[in-house]
């Protein structure tokens, strides 16, 4: 079923999609528009027919593993949830408890921008069943029939509509959407006197709104200002029965077709969808360990810009000496975009992780770090030796695992914000350990800081960290005033276990 609307004065596409229960791209391929941003007043708009299979089908049980999965239209016209008597907030709650659950605060942009690589796909994707945590691939991911209404998903999202010949693509498609629906919900939270970066309240909505657009509004409008008054605060119990009463009409039944309007049914759902971004967003580094903080991030940026040299390509010749004891790992350049997500300049710590899950490990959350560096000033770091010890222990017994470490190095006074230390600059991986023809024991490393794979890999000569006999600490020889990071002398100053 389609119908048409004449686009009146101080209209947009977004408020068209919201008032009829769509989304601005169906909008916009239906009606061929190239730029969502310019309509004209008296403008026919086809509005085009839609359903939404998480209300109207049945549901597969949550125990299945892989519950209903997304979709890309909001729902029916004879939906129960009367979307229309649900009143937006529109003021600050009183004895508002804001957003101090233990998460870090997020850029919500940055937090959908790459495709597949994104954090909101694999997120959300371990949600839906299609990824795991490590940001990897279930077979789902590629293309499954949904058990509701027997469309065909794909994409990390479970996509449903049109416009999207993979998986890549559709995860795009919907990032696209979730960009779309966050203004009004980072309106509404800080209504509520609530932080819409909250990395946890934040990945709730997303995964909500994949589920059931529909039951996503209910949770901007309503559930956003009962969360900000709860006692509990914004946690992940508050937020599953924020989740469920999102699911209610303004008579307080619930309306879920797919779980046949079973409160306890879809109560097990949406406890198990929470617990599964918990897990994700633990597993990637979100939870603080205290109040969350303004402008903090996810994982660190390694103060910003690491200084590589684009055209660097002479050849270093590998080192002669061999370690004893040498992990399979790969290499990459942060710059490599083929497995570097969002590869660049700030791209050393995804290079990193990236690599050791080449071979096979998981890199665990800056709570967990091994600090060995306790300040910084102009004659470089200061190091705890009881943690610089223990860190070398660590390193050892995983060397001999099997696998890599990711450490944080400094090499630069100052500009190294953001980081869970403030101190680290930028982020190698150790591979192996050896001992050189002085008798040193050294610990060489993989260097993401350049797009020269003789100069990053551990063969090269360079590429090696010794044990500072005056600290305790591990470091690089090298000249700090440098142009280049990967001729800068690096000082470790933490250490990322693995999971």
């Known amino acids: 079923m389609t119908s048409t609307y004449r686009v009146r004065q101080g209209d947009t596409l977004s408020a068209i999609a919201r008032r009829n229960h769509t989304s601005v791209d169906e909008l916009a391929r239906a009606n061929n528009i190239r730029d969502p941003d310019k309509i004209r007043t008296g403008q026919r708009i086809t509005i085009p027919g839609s359903t939404d299979g998480y209300e109207g089908a049945p549901q597969r049980s949550a125990s299945s593993g892989n519950v209903r999965q997304a979709p890309t239209n909001p729902a029916r016209e004879s939906d129960t949830?009367?979307?229309?008597?649900?009143?937006?907030?529109?003021?600050?709650?009183?004895?508002?408890?804001?957003?101090?659950?233990?998460?870090?605060?997020?850029?919500?942009?940055?937090?959908?921008?790459?495709?597949?690589?994104?954090?909101?796909?694999?997120?959300?994707?371990?949600?839906?069943?299609?990824?795991?945590?490590?940001?990897?691939?279930?077979?789902?991911?590629?293309?499954h029939t949904d058990p509701g209404n027997a469309a065909h998903n794909r994409g990390s999202f479970s996509y449903q509509g049109r416009g999207a010949s993979s998986p890549q693509q559709a995860d795009e498609l919907w990032n696209r959407e979730l960009g779309h629906v966050t203004p009004r919900y980072e309106q509404a939270a800080?209504?509520?006197?609530?932080?819409?970066?909250?990395?946890?309240?934040?990945?709730?909505?997303?995964?909500?709104?994949?589920?059931?657009?529909?039951?996503?509004?209910?949770?901007?409008?309503?559930?956003?200002?009962?969360?900000a008054r709860d006692p509990r605060g914004v946690t992940s119990e508050s937020l599953i029965d924020a989740r469920v009463n999102?699911?209610?009409?303004?008579?307080?039944?619930?309306?879920?077709?797919?779980f046949d309007h079973s409160e306890s049914r879809l109560r097990a759902d949406q406890t198990r969808r929470e617990g599964e971004l918990v897990r994700a967003l633990d597993a990637r580094g979100y939870r603080d360990g205290g109040a969350a903080r303004p402008g903090a991030t996810a994982e660190p940026r390694a103060g910003g810009v690491t200084p590589t040299n684009p055209n660097d390509t002479e050849r270093v010749a590998p080192s002669s000496?061999?370690?004893?004891?040498?992990?399979?790992?790969?290499?990459?350049?942060?710059?490599?975009?083929?497995?570097?997500?969002?590869?660049?300049?700030?791209?050393?710590?995804?290079?990193?992780?990236?690599?050791?899950?080449?071979?096979?490990?998981?890199?665990?959350?800056?709570?967990?770090?091994?600090?060995?560096?306790?300040?910084?000033?102009?004659?470089?770091?200061?190091?705890?030796?009881?943690?610089?010890?223990?860190?070398?222990?660590?390193?050892?017994?995983?060397?001999?695992?099997?696998?890599?470490?990711?450490?944080?190095?400094?090499?630069?006074?100052?500009?190294?914000?953001?980081?869970?230390?403030?101190?680290?600059?930028?982020?190698?991986?150790?591979?192996?350990?050896?001992?050189?023809?002085?008798?040193?024991?050294?610990?060489?490393?993989?260097?993401?800081?350049?797009?020269?794979?003789?100069?990053?890999?551990?063969?090269?000569?360079?590429?090696?960290?010794y044990v500072d006999e005056r600290t305790g600490g591990l470091y690089r020889p090298g000249n700090s005033a440098a142009l280049y990071a990967v001729d800068r002398r690096y000082d470790v100053a933490m250490i990322r276990p693995n999971a």
């Not at 909250?198 to 559930?223: G, I, K």
Request: glycine content about 12%; proline content about 5%; some cysteine.
């Open 246 to 258: 999102a699911y209610r009409n303004d008579a307080g039944q619930v309306r879920a077709a797919g």
């Open 321 to 465: 000496d061999r370690p004893a004891v040498q992990t399979r790992t790969p290499w990459y350049s942060q710059h490599d975009g083929a497995h570097v997500e969002r590869a660049g300049n700030t791209a050393c710590f995804r290079a990193a992780t990236a690599m050791v899950r080449g071979a096979g490990a998981t890199v665990t959350g800056p709570r967990n770090r091994i600090q060995v560096a306790t300040a910084e000033g102009s004659n470089g770091v200061t190091v705890n030796r009881q943690q610089a010890e223990r860190g070398r222990d660590y390193i050892d017994g995983q060397l001999a695992a099997g696998r890599p470490v990711v450490v944080g190095v400094n090499h630069r006074t100052g500009r190294n914000v953001g980081n869970a230390d403030d101190i680290t600059d930028h982020f190698v991986v150790v591979t192996g350990r050896g001992v050189d023809a002085q008798g040193r024991t050294y610990y060489q490393f993989h260097d993401p800081a350049t797009r020269n794979e003789s100069q990053g890999r551990d063969t090269h000569p360079s590429n090696r960290f």
């Open 81 to 143: 949830f009367e979307p229309g008597r649900t009143a937006a907030a529109n003021t600050v709650a009183p004895g508002a408890s804001g957003t101090q659950n233990g998460y870090r605060n997020i850029d919500l942009n940055a937090f959908r921008q790459g495709g597949s690589n994104s954090e909101s796909a694999i997120v959300v994707g371990t949600s839906e069943g299609n990824r795991t945590p490590d940001g990897g691939f279930r077979a789902s991911y590629g293309g």
């Open 190 to 227: 800080r209504q509520a006197g609530l932080d819409p970066n909250n990395a946890l309240l934040a990945s709730t909505f997303y995964d909500l709104h994949t589920q059931s657009p529909r039951a996503a509004r209910n949770f901007v409008n309503r559930e956003l200002p009962r969360l």
